[in-house]
């Protein structure tokens, strides 16, 4: 799996949307980016995925560069409790499910 | 999604002694991962465990320091060996999920938390 470079830490006031980027510089065709988030205390958990058009759910909204070299994850109103470590991560989707490398991540803190 | 259990939720151990942790899931899942997380570290895998098969293992890790079990497709051991400080990390499970059989999100459990005196 490609490696990813994300910044250490980011601050973000409550309220306000928080832009997480990403470079994934050697990410092959057919791998995915991935953002999980691990708040304090918990397991990862998953956030959004994409393959190279931009993705939105009900957490967040995923901006894929058209080379694909760089992503960047919104959170759109972000909340105290979207404090956390979120990683983003390059992998290829398989049968048999396939395991994710995680780096080291960027810090959030939302601040009131 | 699927619900993961851990147990135990943590545990303090001497060193030189040995740490069963049990992962369940509330559905049957092919693939089990375990995971070590060392104090203010990233998530690193352990090994891949699959019902019917010797665990995979990744470089750095082996069988006779984390013996893995997969008695069902519901459950999984990780077994920390002969333990040491080193050793203190928080140990997590997951499974793979989503609708399309290839594993497009990981469920995690809430992780054991192991300290090593």
């Known amino acids: 799996d490609a490696k990813t470079t994300q910044p250490p830490s980011m601050d973000c006031a409550e309220g306000r949307a928080a832009n997480l980027p990403c470079n994934h510089s050697?990410?092959?065709?057919?791998?995915?980016v991935y953002w999980y988030r691990q708040i304090h205390s918990q397991g990862p958990q998953y956030i959004i995925h994409?393959?190279?058009n931009n993705e939105t759910n009900e957490m967040a909204s995923l901006i894929i560069t058209e080379d694909r070299k760089s992503s960047t994850l919104i959170l759109p109103h972000a909340t105290l409790r979207d404090t956390a470590v979120y990683y983003c991560?390059?992998?290829?989707?398989?049968?048999?499910?396939?395991?994710?490398?995680f780096g080291q991540g960027t810090e959030l803190s939302v601040k009131p | 999604s699927a619900v993961i259990s851990q147990k135990p939720s943590r545990d303090i151990c001497q060193r030189g002694t040995s740490l069963t942790i049990q992962c369940q899931v509330d559905?049957?899942?092919?693939?089990m991962f375990w995971y070590r997380q060392q104090p203010g570290q990233s998530l690193t895998l352990i090994a891949t465990?699959?019902?019917?098969?010797?665990?995979?293992?990744e470089s750095g890790f082996v069988i006779d320091k984390f013996p893995i079990s997969r008695p069902n497709l519901t459950f999984s051991t990780l077994t920390v060996s002969n333990m040491s400080p080193e050793d203190s990390s928080i140990y997590l499970c997951?499974?793979?999920?989503?609708?399309?059989?290839?594993?497009?999100?990981?469920?995690f459990g809430p992780g054991t938390r192991l300290l090593v005196l």
């Open positions: 997951s499974v793979p999920g989503g609708t399309s059989g290839r594993g497009e999100t990981q469920y």
């Open positions: 050697t990410i092959s065709g057919n791998e995915y």
């Open positions: 994409g393959l190279k």
């Open positions: 991560i390059v992998r290829v989707l398989s049968n048999q499910g396939g395991k994710l490398i």
């Open positions: 559905s049957q899942v092919t693939m």
């Open positions: 465990a699959n019902q019917g098969s010797e665990a995979t293992y």
